[in-house]
């Protein structure tokens, strides 16, 4: 069982920034951020893979930034240039096994989730 605790988020005004860290209890192979508007379902953000490659979404490439530090079993996701539609709540996901895609359903272990509110 991998337990993940995600922190970092808060309020902030359009193009700020905010970094999201989620620390997990025993390392993945594959993990992700998610996040859920209101309102609206659960959308991928970014994923990385055990060999630290990336995958974005188009509504956030070239502002987000997805890494993992192994040492610690963290995951972050560095946020920039934020706008009003990237307020969600934020979920960190991991997955045990190499496949790795964005994808919710692949994914066996979730965090609680933090909130992030971009205002304009």
């Known amino acids: 069982q991998v337990q993940l605790v995600e922190s970092g988020g808060g309020s902030v005004q359009t193009g700020g920034s905010l970094r999201l860290s989620c620390a997990a209890s025993?390392?993945?192979?594959?993990m992700a951020w998610f996040r859920q508007p209101p309102g609206k379902e659960r959308e991928g953000v970014a994923r990385?893979?055990?060999?630290?490659?990336?995958f974005y979404e188009d509504y956030v490439k070239g502002r987000f930034t997805i890494s993992k530090d192994n040492t610690q079993n963290t995951l972050y996701l560095q946020m920039n240039s934020l706008k009003p539609e990237d307020s969600a709540i934020y979920y960190c996901?991991?997955?045990?096994?190499?496949?790795?895609?964005?994808?919710?359903?692949?994914?066996?272990?979730w965090g609680q989730g933090t909130q992030v509110t971009v205002s304009s």
């Open positions: 996901a991991a997955r045990r096994d190499s496949f790795c895609r964005l994808e919710p359903a692949i994914f066996d272990y």
């Open positions: 025993l390392s993945s192979d594959c």
């Open positions: 990385i893979g055990s060999d630290g490659s990336t």
